[in-house]
């Protein structure tokens, strides 16, 4: 009787255990399922950062670009001359020629950071000029739209414009 | 034992509902990027076409522009204007100065004052950006370009 009573208690702590273990086992897996859940959302939410985080880098290049531009159309060694007067927000030719071939020391402090800035006629002729350029060959260009105006003389001094545009490179 | 799996199973998957209805209100209520309509790059460009000397006695594009829009009969400036818009507009296209780093799918310049004049070319889908312009005579005209991308 009393061999009986102890291979009972036997049996019940032996499937008390194995109960034990199945919760355990089971505990693990939805830990697991949890994990790979917040993993799977985690990566779904970097990537949807990352791809936002590019686009902003690219537009604050390109904002960055831009202003170099305005300001290389508004330095007073490229714009046209404010006496033949509404044409004053444009580039002169004359002056972008003489840029062109001279190559200016004192502008290196002030192209700092630029690989190459060039101007470019399109309409209605071809023509480029590059007003500054560097050795290094790998980098992003940004381009935006500009007047190059040509002084003129016919009784009074004019200017005449063409369509061109300026070429940056960071 | 049966009837406690399915129990839970089924915690574990209104888990997971609760967390994918989390993740999407979060996704939803971020603010939404606005696109920015006007464009610096479209708005020098139209400045250049207006103020670039046509072939037209070598007047400003603008003023032979406002000129046709004076104009009824024989008006060779109009079609001067026209066909200048076009080749503008193509060139820019092809030099890639409309928008940086972007494919252009078409784009469209209205002039419009008394009279309507419309250059366009491609398809008109996709995103658009642009800009316009003011020529001031005794009716302003507005030139806009829009560029699809």
Redesign the interface.
Known sequence: MKKIQNWNVRYFKQMKNKKAQMKIQEMAFVLIALFLLFSMAFIFYVKLKSSSLERTSYELKQSKALSILDKVVAMPELSCSKSLGKESLCIDEDKLKAMNTIELNGYKELWRGIKEIKIKKIYPADEEFIVHSSEIKDYESYSSFTRICKQRYENTAFYQCSIGIVLISI | MKKKAQE?MFG?VI??VL?AVA?MMF?LLQKP?QKELRN??TS??L???I???S?YN?K?LGEVIEECDLCDKDCIMCDTAERELE??LS??QR???FI??NQINGYILNVSGYKELVVKDGELIGDKIGNFVIIQSGKDIIVTLYIYH
Request: glycine share 14%.
């Open positions: 839970e574990f888990i997971a967390i993740g996704l990027q610096d790059q020098n460009l400045y250049s076409i103020s670039y000397s072939s070598n400003p080749e503008i060139i820019a030099e890639g100065g940086s780093g």
